[in-house]
Each structure stands twice: as structure tokens, then as C-alpha cells.
């Protein structure tokens, strides 16, 4: 299947600082990137959809502010969780997919705010 | 899309089949069932999908029943690596969607030695 990687894989960043979290497709074009969070012994949970070349539509409850998603490119997204609290700690998950595809997962970013 | 029930938990001996139940009475004539797994702190797997014919590929097989109200994923010979937890996801058309998956809570599969 095709590949999606994620980096980092895992960090820890201080209380208050900006975090970035890239997903790229490394053998397909991703017309559509997705971004899931997924807290410890629960569901993955959408967070956004991002279209290459367009701004990203946000689920409900999902601050747009603080969970900067950037889709410039047919392979490569990015999540910036900004001005992090402990509370957004987790392992963020995103998925790519192209047209007439299923959808392929990166391995995850736990994150730790501290 | 139409909802989906699974048992919360499973445990299987090494090398026998593992059957994985799951409900989706609710299933409309155009949603595909689709699996994926996810083992502990890794992003979901793709597994395996289909519509009405049971499905066979080299990692699963997927038998749908007639009425389409229920399905069950099964591995073959399970190893320990195939414990994760499972996820039975329906939803409509496939190719050409950029529409999310919604995921349950999925089936935590623990294949034991």
C-alpha cells in the first residue's frame, strides 16, 4: 500500500510554546489530507480535512486558532498546534488519501506538553 | 453513515482464526464495509473492504452476510502481531471520496501465545 510518514514520531515541548507536526504522502498525490487526535484508550477523532491549495475545514469543537493546518502541496500537510497546554497532549494522527483511493494513515506524533 | 457494533474485546490462541464480529443492521445498499486496525501507538492499517461479495486478500477475508446487516473479518492463522485493535467502519462509495472516516471504538483483539 502506499505510504504516509509522519514527523517527529514523538515530542515534548514546554507549556505555552508552538509544536509542528508534518504528513507526507511519499508515493501518491493527496488531493485530501485528514487530521485525527486520539487520547489514551479512546477513538481516533477528527479534527480536520485540508484540501491541497485550500484552507481546511475544521470539525465543530476544533479551534481553528490554535490547530494551524497548512496543505500546500499534493504530498505534504502540516498540523501546528499553537501556544500548547498540557491538556493537548496526545497522539495526533493523520491520513492521506487520493482520488479513487482508500485512505493510508501516518504512524502517528505522540505529544507531550509539559 | 450507517453505525456499526462490535464486541469491545477478543482474545484468540496463536495460530488459530481469529473471527471478528460486526453489526451494521442499519447498512444502506450503497455503503461499503470497510476494516482497519490499529496496534498500539501506531496510526490505523487498512485491512480490507467490500460491498456484498466476501473479500479475500493476503491479509484477511471479509464474509458479508446476505442481508448485509452484519459482517465478520477473519484472520487465517492469527500471530501475536495481530493483536490491535479492530475497526469495523461503514460508509458510502469509496473512489472518488474525499469524505473522512469515523471510527467506533473498535474491537481490541488480543492473540495470545
Known amino acids: 500500500g502506499a505510504v504516509v510518514s509522519q514527523h517527529p514520531s514523538w515530542v515534548i515541548c514546554k507549556s505555552g510554546t508552538s509544536v509542528k507536526i508534518e504528513c507526507r504522502s511519499l508515493d501518491f498525490q493527496a488531493t485530501t489530507m485528514f487530521w485525527y487526535r486520539q487520547f489514551p484508550k479512546q477513538s481516533l477523532m477528527l479534527m480536520a480535512t485540508?484540501?491541497?491549495?485550500?484552507?481546511?475545514?475544521?470539525e465543530q469543537g476544533v479551534e481553528k486558532d490554535k490547530f494551524l493546518i497548512n496543505h500546500a502541496s499534493l504530498t505534504l500537510s502540516t498540523l501546528t498546534v499553537t501556544s500548547a497546554h498540557p491538556e493537548d497532549s496526545s497522539f495526533y494522527i493523520c491520513s492521506a488519501r487520493a482520488m479513487n483511493t482508500e485512505a493510508f494513515f501516518g504512524q502517528g506524533t505522540r505529544l507531550t506538553v509539559v | 453513515d450507517a453505525k456499526t457494533t462490535q464486541p469491545p474485546s477478543m482474545d484468540c490462541a496463536e495460530g488459530r482464526a481469529a473471527n471478528l464480529p460486526c453489526n451494521h443492521s442499519t447498512i444502506s445498499g450503497n455503503e461499503y464495509v470497510y476494516w482497519y486496525r490499529q496496534i498500539h501507538s501506531q496510526g490505523p492499517q487498512y485491512i480490507i473492504h467490500?460491498?456484498?461479495n466476501n473479500e479475500t486478500n493476503e491479509m484477511a477475508s471479509l464474509i458479508i452476510t446476505e442481508d448485509r446487516k452484519s459482517s465478520t473479518l477473519i484472520l487465517p492463522h492469527a500471530t501475536l502481531r495481530d493483536t490491535a485493535v479492530y475497526y469495523c467502519i461503514v460508509r458510502v462509495e469509496p473512489l472518488g471520496s474525499a469524505r473522512q472516516l469515523t471510527f467506533g471504538s473498535g474491537t481490541q483483539l488480543t492473540v495470545l501465545p
Open positions: 467490500g460491498l456484498k
Open positions: 485540508s484540501n491541497e491549495g485550500s484552507k481546511a475545514t475544521y
